[in-house]
């Protein structure tokens, strides 16, 4: 794989069944280098397997798509002419699609009702001359009054609350109504479902007084209508989100983080899956166990209980949670990740990745996974060997690594993820690839800290983060170095994000194992993050401890011990961790004489690597070869 390469990486958007379950309809994304934009449009499957794919839609952005309760329609987001994402609907057995929506800033995810006669979703609402009319730079000031004011990847938020909205009547033979606004306020809402009778909508929202100092998010119950009153339906005590209700609307299901005694806690707090009753009356109660899994993503109610996906060693698998709780059972639990699921009438499907494919559509059975697509292109991807190395102390660190064709010794790049509690896992990752097709031997594990291996593992870092983290790191690094294919003499370290900051961390601490290193959109100063990322304000001290300890956790504290050539790499509008990291990270190498260089890229945020525009994604590629090419 090259850079270029990109390209055959395509993304399954999340299903949607037809309510007898015979047919699946969902959305292929891949990245465009002509258009430099990533290109998508709705597909359509037969779920018995009884024909290939065929596609639904000829916009080339359309995403989203959902059938409606029954069965005539398929709502789904197309761009506008402003490029702005608006609610369609399409006829199921085909013809052409109408636009039911209109928002100045777009529109989110429609959610059908009931009776499949209106829908509702999210539309940020921008305050007036902003956003739509004039020059960015001649708007009105904003007046910044609370501390969770903007948010990476999307910009300010106080001056555009997303409100929850139900359209009219879905007529194709009339004009689109007006849509009703059913919640006020500046309050940002979101996660929106129906009650089966269609009398009520909840959602998820933080409009709580102390909103601006904790993690808490409520879950909210409110009739489909202009002017009435949300009621709280959770208590105040954990984040919640993404609910739905059970199939008699008695009761919510949801997904939910408990947040320590301050409500600020959440370093490696174990999601789980969480039942409430839909009037408030009692508190929730947790389905799941307390240490693991770590449930992700959406869930939907069976006869039988809650599927949920949840990350486990590298793995997410797709799991039936009991409606009255304890241990969940496997529907489809292998070497994958299920990115997506839907299930109707018996059947369910679900978009999942894997060493081979960056995404599949699959039949869940029985006996396992049933293919119904075969997106795959381009050249086989190498494959990565599970590995499992020790620390002194004996703790297990789980991971993979994948050498290049060829006897060797090839160089070698140790890789760190972000998060830190996320995870490396079975996937087809375009890092991996286009380092070990180049020649490089990639090394990649999940170290304490990390999801998908239970709380203790994920929290084991807490005010200890760089020595912990990089303990077990390099323990995994000397077990794949055991291998007389990979040159222990010329290994080179990268990451982004908490990556990046281990990055620099090990080459301030550890630089006498690595030739050079790549720091990439890294926190490498805490006292600066906290006062400038969109997260500070939170963010820190549940993790590095109290502020007396930042400087002693911070890896720009140990510049001056950076004897290895340092490539810094930092996005312009990274709110995440913003660019001043990356500058004073470079200033201070530079100063001293260190040989250094800082890569910036203009219009990206924090997730340049992933979603970035397809033409930075290839520079930055191009620049990681050539760094190493030169030093390794």
Same mark, same amino acid.
């Given at each position: 794989?090259?850079?270029?390469?990109?390209?055959?990486?395509?993304?399954?958007?999340?299903?949607?069944?037809?309510?007898?379950?015979?047919?699946?309809?969902?959305?292929?994304?891949?990245?465009?280098?002509?258009?430099?934009?990533?290109?998508?449009?709705?597909?359509?499957?037969?779920?018995?397997?009884?024909?290939?794919?065929?596609?639904?839609?000829?916009?080339?952005?359309?995403?989203?798509?959902?059938?409606?309760?029954?069965?005539?329609?398929?709502?789904?987001?197309?761009?506008?002419?402003?490029?702005?994402?608006?609610?369609?609907?399409?006829?199921?057995?085909?013809?052409?699609?109408?636009?039911?929506?209109?928002?100045?800033?777009?529109?989110?995810?429609?959610?059908?009702?009931?009776?499949?006669?209106?829908?509702?979703?999210?539309?940020?609402?921008?305050?007036?001359?902003?956003?739509?009319?004039?020059?960015?730079?001649?708007?009105?000031?904003?007046?910044?009054?609370?501390?969770?004011?903007?948010?990476?990847?999307?910009?300010?938020l106080t001056d555009r609350p997303a409100?929850?909205?139900?359209?009219?009547?879905?007529?194709?033979?009339?004009?689109?109504?007006?849509?009703?606004?059913?919640?006020?306020?500046?309050?940002?809402?979101?996660?929106?479902?129906?009650?089966?009778?269609?009398?009520?909508?909840?959602?998820?929202?933080?409009?709580?007084?102390?909103?601006?100092?904790?993690?808490?998010?409520?879950?909210?119950?409110?009739?489909?209508?202009?002017?009435?009153?949300?009621?709280?339906?959770?208590?105040?005590?954990?984040?919640?989100?993404?609910?739905?209700?059970?199939?008699?609307?008695?009761?919510?299901?949801?997904?939910?983080?408990?947040?320590?005694?301050?409500?600020?806690?959440?370093?490696?707090?174990?999601?789980?899956?969480?039942?409430?009753?839909?009037d408030g009356s009692a508190a929730p109660?947790?389905?799941?166990?307390?240490?693991?899994?770590?449930?992700?993503?959406?869930?939907?109610?069976?006869?039988?209980?809650?599927?949920?996906?949840?990350?486990?060693?590298?793995?997410?698998?797709?799991?039936?949670?009991?409606?009255?709780?304890?241990?969940?059972?496997?529907?489809?639990?292998?070497?994958?990740?299920?990115?997506?699921?839907?299930?109707? %009438?018996?059947?369910?499907? $679900?978009?999942? /990745? &894997?060493?081979?494919?960056?995404? !599949? @559509? +699959? =039949?869940?059975?029985?006996? *396992?996974?049933? %293919?119904?697509?075969?997106? $795959?292109?381009? /050249? &086989?991807?190498?494959?990565?060997? !599970? @590995? +499992? =190395?020790?620390?002194?102390? *004996?703790?297990?660190?789980?991971?993979?690594? $994948?050498?290049?064709?060829?006897?060797?010794?090839?160089?070698? @790049?140790?890789?760190?993820?972000?998060?830190?509690?996320?995870?490396?896992?079975?996937?087809?990752?375009?890092?991996?690839?286009?380092?070990?097709?180049?020649?490089?031997?990639?090394?990649?594990?999940?170290?304490?800290?990390?999801?998908?291996?239970?709380?203790?593992?994920?929290?084991?870092?807490?005010?200890?983060?760089?020595?912990?983290?990089?303990?077990?790191?390099?323990?995994?690094?000397?077990?794949?170095?055991?291998?007389?294919?990979?040159?222990?003499?010329?290994?080179?370290?990268?990451?982004?994000?908490?990556?990046?900051?281990?990055?620099?961390?090990?080459?301030?601490?550890?630089?006498?194992?690595?030739?050079?290193?790549?720091?990439?959109?890294?926190?490498?100063?805490?006292?600066?993050?906290?006062?400038?990322?969109?997260?500070?304000?939170?963010?820190?001290?549940?993790?590095?401890?109290?502020?007396?300890?930042?400087?002693?956790?911070?890896?720009?504290?140990?510049?001056?011990?950076?004897?290895?050539?340092?490539?810094?790499?930092?996005?312009?509008?990274?709110?995440?961790?913003?660019?001043?990291?990356?500058?004073?990270?470079?200033?201070?190498?530079?100063?001293?004489?260190?040989?250094?260089?800082?890569?910036?890229?203009?219009?990206?945020?924090?997730?340049?690597?992933?979603?970035?525009?397809?033409?930075?994604?290839?520079?930055?590629?191009?620049?990681?070869?050539?760094?190493?090419?030169?030093?390794?």
């Open positions: 794989m090259k850079p270029t390469d990109i390209v055959h990486l395509h993304t399954v958007g999340a299903p949607t069944l037809s309510p007898d379950g015979s047919r699946a309809v969902f959305c292929v994304v891949r990245p465009d280098l002509e258009e430099d934009a990533y290109l998508g449009s709705l597909w359509s499957v037969p779920t018995d397997g009884s024909a290939a794919p065929t596609r639904l839609t000829r916009g080339d952005r359309d995403r989203s798509p959902v059938f409606s309760p029954d069965g005539r329609w398929i709502a789904f987001l197309r761009p506008d002419e402003d490029k702005r994402p608006q609610i369609h609907v399409l006829p199921a057995d085909g013809g052409e699609a109408w636009k039911v929506s209109a928002h100045p800033l777009g529109a989110g995810a429609p959610v059908w009702s009931p009776d499949s006669t209106r829908v509702a979703y999210t539309a940020r609402i921008p305050e007036e001359k902003r956003y739509v009319d004039g020059e960015p730079g001649k708007e009105p000031p904003r007046r910044i009054t609370g501390l969770k004011y903007r948010l990476d990847g999307l910009g300010y409100h929850v909205f139900v359209s009219a009547p879905i007529d194709p033979a009339a004009e689109a109504g007006e849509p009703v606004q059913v919640t006020e306020g500046g309050f940002d809402h979101s996660g929106v479902a129906w009650r089966p009778d269609g009398g009520e909508l909840v959602f998820s929202a933080a409009r709580h007084e102390t909103r601006d100092t904790d993690l808490v998010e409520d879950l909210w119950a409110v009739a489909p209508e202009a002017g009435a009153e949300p009621r709280r339906v959770t208590d105040g005590t954990l984040g919640a989100g993404a609910p739905v209700y059970s199939a008699d609307g008695a009761t919510v299901f949801f997904l939910g983080d408990r947040l320590g005694e301050d409500l600020r806690d959440f370093v490696g707090r174990t999601t789980a899956v969480w039942s409430v009753p839909a109660t947790r389905l799941t166990p307390e240490e693991d899994p770590r449930f992700t993503g959406s869930l939907a109610v069976t006869e039988e209980g809650v599927l949920a996906t949840a990350e486990r060693r590298g793995a997410v698998d797709l799991l039936l949670v009991p409606f009255g709780g304890g241990e969940p059972v496997a529907v489809l639990a292998d070497k994958v990740q299920v990115q997506a699921f839907d299930t109707a %009438a018996g059947v369910t499907v $679900a978009a999942v /990745a &894997d060493g081979r494919s960056s995404g !599949e @559509l +699959v =039949a869940v059975e029985p006996a *396992g996974a049933r %293919a119904l697509t075969s997106l $795959a292109s381009g /050249a &086989d991807p190498l494959p990565m060997t !599970e @590995l +499992v =190395a020790h620390t002194a102390d *004996g703790h297990p660190v789980h991971g993979w690594v $994948a050498v290049p064709e060829g006897e060797g010794p090839h160089p070698v @790049l140790l890789m760190i993820h972000g998060g830190p509690f996320s995870l490396y896992g079975h996937q087809v990752f375009d890092e991996t690839q286009v380092y070990a097709a180049a020649g490089y031997a990639v090394v990649l594990c999940n170290p304490r800290g990390s999801s998908g291996y239970g709380q203790e593992h994920g929290r084991a870092i807490i005010g200890a983060v760089g020595e912990v983290s990089a303990t077990d790191l390099l323990a995994f690094l000397d077990e794949a170095l055991k291998d007389e294919r990979l040159d222990a003499s010329r290994v080179g370290v990268l990451g982004g994000s908490h990556g990046g900051f281990m990055t620099t961390w090990m080459a301030g601490h550890h630089g006498d194992r690595f030739r050079a290193a790549i720091s990439e959109r890294a926190v490498n100063a805490i006292d600066s993050f906290s006062g400038s990322s969109d997260i500070g304000s939170l963010f820190p001290e549940p993790l590095y401890g109290p502020p007396e300890s930042w400087a002693k956790q911070s890896p720009l504290t140990y510049a001056d011990r950076i004897d290895i050539p340092v490539l810094i790499i930092h996005s312009e509008e990274d709110w995440r961790c913003p660019v001043e990291q990356a500058q004073r990270l470079f200033v201070a190498l530079k100063a001293r004489g260190a040989e250094t260089e800082m890569l910036l890229f203009p219009g990206e945020g924090h997730e340049l690597s992933r979603s970035g525009l397809p033409s930075h994604r290839v520079a930055r590629f191009e620049a990681i070869l050539e760094w190493w090419s030169r030093h390794l």
